[in-house]
């Protein structure tokens, strides 16, 4: 089977990207599989909630975009779950929006550098899966996620502005696409900070449901503490807390995403 790649995008800010991105990408690799996160926000929350070191002059994906260098020398273990590594962010990656404006082939940058390192992989140790975290805007970070990926993640917070600015970001999938890379679907919504106990909860989820159909997984992730509490232990909710009700929702959105039917 081939790798799967998915970025991680929702224009808005705080919806759960990087939750998602980084407990999606930790219960897949306790299921087994081996799988990559790339951090691609100059935040560099991915990079934090994975234990991997991101002060500015750390080579990641920085290095990788605008001076060329191989994903291979910037990738590093996460030292809490085996078969789960990253390429981290820095904040020098703020800079990169501007800087690659004049670059040839500017939004095919992260997806060269992919290929080649998923191509460089000795046999049997092939990357199953890999994650792109993105930042909250549209810019050029923005569409290398999009140019580099197949498939299109995007965690919806259950809220009443959820559906607000999505119909703009279904645009820029399609714009992509027409114009960069016609593999790109959106195959997968993930309602996030969910809180059954509430009618707006409910409501927001209901009409996500029925406008998405099948692509919505199951799983719902709950409103948790434990999940927001695991980043500042530099950890994922997956080992921080196993048995919360956080860590058991990405674990079973994991598996729906596992029985995904891919496309060819
Ligand atoms: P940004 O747009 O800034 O990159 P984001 O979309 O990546 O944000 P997160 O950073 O994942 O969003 O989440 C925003 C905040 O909400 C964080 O403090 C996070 O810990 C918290 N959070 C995310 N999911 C949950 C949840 N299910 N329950 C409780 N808190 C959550
Ligand atoms: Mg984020």
């Known amino acids: ?49 994975l234990s991997i070191p991101h002060t500015s002059g750390t080579a990641g994906v920085y290095d990788v975009l605008i001076d060329g260098v191989p994903m291979a020398e910037v990738v590093q273990d996460c030292p809490q779950i085996s078969n789960l590594s990253c390429v981290p962010a820095t904040i020098d990656l703020a800079g990169a929006e501007i800087e690659l404006v004049p670059l040839v082939a500017r939004e095919n940058r992260l997806r060269r550098a992919l290929t080649t390192y998923l191509e460089s992989r000795p046999p049997n140790q092939e990357v199953d899966l890999v994650i792109i975290d993105c930042p909250p ?57 969910h809180d059954a106990r509430t009618r707006l909860s409910s409501d927001v989820a209901a009409q996500v449901r029925e406008y998405f159909g099948d692509k919505v997984l199951r799983a719902a992730i709950p409103r948790s503490v434990r999940i927001s509490e695991a980043p500042s232990h530099g950890e994922t909710v997956i080992t921080y807390d196993p048995s919360s009700s956080g860590a058991l929702s990405y674990t079973e959105a994991a598996a729906q995403m596992r029985q995904q039917e891919v496309a060819p």
């Open 137 to 193: 805007s549209l810019g050029l970070l923005t569409v290398n996620s999009f140019v580099a990926a197949r498939e299109v993640l995007i965690p919806i917070q259950c809220e009443y502005y959820a559906l607000e600015g999505l119909s703009q970001l279904l645009k820029n999938v399609e714009l992509i696409q027409q114009h960069l890379n016609a593999d790109l679907r959106v195959s997968t919504i993930l309602l996030t900070m």
């Open 1 to 49: 089977m081939g790798t799967r790649i998915f970025t991680v995008a929702n224009q808005k800010g705080g919806v759960g990207k990087t939750t998602t991105a980084v407990n999606i990408a930790a219960a897949m690799a306790t299921a087994g599989l081996r799988v990559l996160v790339i951090d691609m926000d100059p935040q560099g929350n991915a990079s934090t909630a």
